[in-house]
């Protein structure tokens, strides 16, 4: 009988089950992955099996994330006494044939198993090493596959990391002398897959229970183990304030419970994780899991099982490092840097080696006055801390950015996202056609982040293409060609009919660039006025909101859930369905990057994206259909248009093109019409 590759579904629980046990003879090469993530996999179509005689011979488990062109290959497994058929290449192009749409397939192994002949036969190329989170600290070679696309965006991914906190039970599963109960889920934190994913991290609570183990030999190697974990040091007075919060609402929500010793040392864990700044604490504690709602409600903590890090790693990272809701809920205040405020800066902006206080502070004084007419922007807190400083001047085509530093803030990973994409929108007003980060130590979180956004080095800065073209992939490359060629950097060759994944990495990199003749698909999205408000400040709310970080990068928008053709990713134009006076409204005031399409019941949609927004639980709620459902639409990097487009220009456009327009409800549009409404919203005369 031959062999038959199978794309496994969710409801083929026989193929599954026989993956997840071949996989088990493995754990000692494969690392740890529990039957929910096979499961989760098949969910995701990342799950592909080598089936004969009904018998699974081996199996591809990988990864498709969303805001990744990438394929994250977990598990390439195959029988022992299978091997030698040619199995691992079949599975390996039957992933290509099933997603040649994305960049590439991104594997890790071990150094030490010596397989580097395999993945080479394979048509792997090394890319890079990282330490693995195991016991004994291994090199995990990086091995990449492409897939044949434009190989300039091919390192296109943020690295910076899931910071996850673990309490005493699960620290204890990983690096205990004696096995524990259930550990293996706990295991599969260290998997190789995750190495560059997750950072596990301890707060001082961690310690103290160390500390309290009555077995010297047993605290003392637990001691010696905390080593390869992120320490942590959170206020203290915050601490005791927000564990106090803490146990008055879990007393509030559980009256059964008995407030003592334990129940206050669980709270510490959430307390302690909170007020350093992050928001998933792993744990199998049957007493902290039954308190998640609290931690959440009160601390904004996350607290998850360790399979459910493995399982929504992505979601996870992405709601910790963009977190705009929080950022609403901030009063920041931009302003200049007045002359001889330089040396107050120093103590909040991190410098490293080479790049002591007093020379960053000269290199602030030497960015007043002169030639140039350097812009030295700072942000403060709501308690008047600073949190961000960027400095910037137009050099002929060129932004230049010489300082670009965060400071140590719960909402880090947010303010640098943002504040790239604002470096970016300055360039773009300006008329600048490249960005240059010429800071030689710009803050992590912005070097972490940088990559998202289409920055590469170059020169030992960090540079950006700003193509400023909403065109075909001829006329992209063009302009894109020119400024790599003055920057003596290779391009690269777009081709018309590129898949929607390819041409939306591009248009992220080369930002506001649109390539018309991809199939990256375009919809016309109808929203109230109140939402547009709420969203865009389209139109202008009464009392103006602050918008010192302009429009913030990522939201979520609501509607009923009747499917019309969404997919992603994909192009939105916004259209204010109507006015609350005359004049007012009935226009298309800008467009998104359409990033994913959920439909759910409100209170888990609430749940899933509340970091993204302004709207409450019964906003949500209300808008449901009669099914119970809605749909939620998580979009990002908002361009408002300096003209909005008027319906009846709108109109007279789709005219032109020979096209019908429907203004009910999300409605797909033709490339061609996005390019015209676009293109007449940036109209300057």
Request: charged content about 25%; proline content about 5%.
């Amino acid at each position: 009988m031959a062999i038959e590759l199978v794309s496994v579904l969710p409801a083929q629980d026989e193929l599954i089950d026989k993956a997840i046990a071949l996989g088990d003879r493995y754990t000692k090469t494969l690392g740890l992955l529990t039957p929910p993530a096979y499961r989760k996999a098949a969910e995701d179509g990342g799950l592909l099996v080598a089936v004969e005689a009904d018998e699974v011979l081996g199996y591809a488990l990988f990864g498709l994330p969303k805001r990744s062109a990438r394929i994250r290959l977990a598990h390439l497994c195959v029988a022992e006494e299978q091997r030698g058929r040619g199995l691992a290449r079949r599975l390996v192009e039957g992933i290509k044939e099933r997603y040649p749409q994305r960049l590439g397939i991104k594997a890790k192994c071990r150094r030490d198993y010596n397989l580097s002949g395999m993945w080479r036969s394979l048509g792997f190329v090394p890319d890079g090493e990282v330490r693995g989170r195991g016991r004994d600290g291994e090199i995990l070679d990086g091995w990449w596959l492409d897939l044949g696309h434009p190989d300039l965006f091919t390192e296109m991914e943020s690295d910076a990391l899931l910071v996850v906190t673990v309490d005493h039970g699960v620290f204890a599963d990983l690096r205990g002398l004696a096995d524990t109960a259930n550990a293996e889920e706990s295991r599969a934190l260290e998997a190789g897959w995750m190495a560059d994913l997750v950072e596990l991290a301890y707060t001082p609570q961690l310690v103290h229970e160390i500390r309290d183990l009555p077995d010297t030999a047993e605290r003392q190697h637990q001691r010696a183990s905390l080593t390869g974990f992120r320490k942590l040091s959170p206020d203290l007075g915050a601490v005791d304030q927000r564990s106090r919060e803490l146990l008055q609402a879990a007393a509030q929500a559980r009256p059964d419970l008995t407030v003592d010793a334990e129940l206050r040392s669980r709270l510490r864990y959430v307390a302690e994780t909170s007020c350093a700044g992050l928001q998933v604490l792993a744990t199998r504690d049957p007493l902290l899991s039954r308190l998640a709602d609290v931690a959440w409600e009160i601390a904004r903590v996350r607290v998850v099982s360790p399979s459910t890090v493995t399982l929504h790693v992505d979601e996870l990272r992405q709601a910790q490092v963009y977190r705009p809701a929080d950022l609403m809920g901030t009063e920041f205040r931009s302003g200049e840097v007045p002359p001889g405020a330089e040396d107050e800066l120093v103590a909040f902006f991190h410098q490293s080696s080479g790049d002591d206080g007093s020379g960053f502070a000269e290199r602030l004084r030497s960015l007043n006055g002169g030639e140039v007419a350097w812009r030295r922007e700072l942000l403060r807190d709501g308690q008047g801390h600073p949190v961000a400083l960027y400095a910037w001047a137009l050099d002929g085509r060129t932004l230049v950015v010489p300082v670009l530093r965060t400071a140590g803030h719960p909402l880090e990973q947010t303010l640098a996202r943002q504040l790239l994409f604002l470096i970016k929108r300055l360039g773009r007003d300006c008329g600048a056609e490249i960005i240059r980060i010429s800071d030689p130590h710009p803050s992590a979180a912005a070097r972490s982040a940088a990559g998202d956004d289409g920055f590469f080095e170059h020169d030992g800065r960090l540079v950006a293409l700003l193509v400023n073209v909403c065109g075909t992939a001829a006329a992209v490359e063009a302009v894109a060609g020119g400024l790599a060629r003055e920057l003596t950097v290779d391009t690269t060759a777009l081709r018309p009919g590129m898949p929607a994944e390819v041409a939306a990495v591009v248009e992220r990199a080369w930002w506001p660039a649109k390539v018309i003749d991809s199939e990256l698909p375009s919809f016309l999205v109808p929203i109230k006025p109140r939402w547009s408000t709420e969203l865009f400040n389209v139109p202008a709310m009464l009392l103006p909101r602050s918008d010192v970080l302009g429009i913030s990068r990522e939201h979520v928008y609501y509607r009923s859930s009747g499917r019309r053709g969404e997919s992603i990713p994909a192009r939105l134009l916004w259209y204010v369905s109507e006015g609350s006076s005359p004049g007012e409204g009935q226009m298309v005031v800008g467009s998104s990057r359409l990033d994913e399409v959920l439909i759910d019941t409100p209170d888990t949609l609430f749940s899933k994206f509340e970091h993204l927004g302004v709207y409450g639980r019964a906003e949500v709620q209300e808008a449901a259909d009669a099914s119970g459902r809605a749909m939620a639409l998580r979009f990002s990097d908002t361009e408002i248009f300096p003209k909005p487009v008027t319906l009846r220009r709108l109109t007279f456009l789709a005219k032109e093109l020979g096209l019908r327009l429907s203004l009910i409800s999300l409605s797909k549009i033709s490339n061609e019409l996005f390019q015209a409404v676009y293109q007449e919203g940036h109209r300057t005369t």
